[in-house]
């Protein structure tokens, strides 16, 4: 059974820094791009972040260009999101979600399996 | 950056019914569009992928069509369970957006 179970969410001032942690099991994590959705409660969803199986590839949305990270360890089955220079317009459901990968060494596809989500507000 | 818009915004049918949701893309995505489902409190499930492919274990009364920059997905006969939240998402570039979604609702 494949599960995603995201950690490292809370409550944050605006400019300081949080790591979103996402443990991965049940496929082979290793084969597959991988990313970072997040939806306002309430509102629609917004794709952040995606990376692809080895790291050789990232890509961000343009509003956090330079303020977010993404990284993976695939020896660890973990993905990650290094989030700088908050916002408070980042206060979101922070989703770490799988790439189906329908082919092998090409990305990005669509997304078959998301956590449950950790959530991030940004206030003072 | 795609803008994927969604109409309408929201739905209001009975059980049975059958529901056309649409989904038009602000320039051309080819083929590359999926759909998702998503009921309170849950995350986002995927339904169809490829415009028309439905993903595993996902009922026959789904189905998907259109190319370039319109869309559609289709509910045969909707079930109780049905009734959620409906985002369409396109891949063909970066980044990857979603469509603003559609409530299908109890009348």
């Known amino acids: 059974e494949v599960q995603l179970v995201e950690s490292g969410g809370g409550l944050v001032q605006p400019g300081r820094s949080l790591r979103l942690s996402c443990a991965a099991s049940g496929f082979s994590f290793d084969d597959c791009a991988m990313h970072w959705v997040r939806q306002v409660p309430g509102k629609g969803l917004e794709w952040v972040s995606g990376i692809n199986w080895n790291s050789g590839g990232t890509a961000y949305m343009d509003s956090v260009k330079g303020r977010f990270t993404i990284s993976r360890d695939n020896a660890k089955n973990s993905l990650y999101l290094q989030m700088d220079s908050l916002r408070p317009e980042d206060t979101a459901l922070y989703y770490c979600?799988?790439?189906?990968?329908?082919?092998?060494?090409?990305?990005?596809?669509?997304?078959?399996?998301w956590g449950q989500g950790t959530l991030v507000t940004v206030s003072s | 950056e795609i803008v994927l818009t969604q109409s309408p915004a929201t739905l209001s049918l009975s059980p049975g019914e059958r529901v056309t949701l649409s989904c038009r893309a602000s320039?051309?995505?080819?083929?590359?569009l999926a759909w998702y489902q998503q009921k309170p409190g849950q995350a986002p499930r995927l339904l169809i992928y490829?415009?028309?492919k439905r993903a595993t274990g996902i009922p026959a009364r789904f189905s998907g069509s259109g190319s370039g920059t319109d869309f559609t997905l289709t509910i045969s006969s909707l079930e109780p369970e049905d009734f959620a939240v409906y985002y369409c998402?396109?891949?063909?570039?970066?980044?990857?957006?979603f469509g603003g979604g559609t409530k299908v609702e109890i009348e």
């Open positions: 490829d415009v028309s």
């Open positions: 979600v799988k790439d189906i990968q329908l082919a092998s060494g090409s990305w990005p596809y669509y997304f078959d399996y």
């Open positions: 320039q051309s995505v080819s083929s590359y």
């Open positions: 998402q396109q891949r063909h570039s970066w980044p990857l957006t």
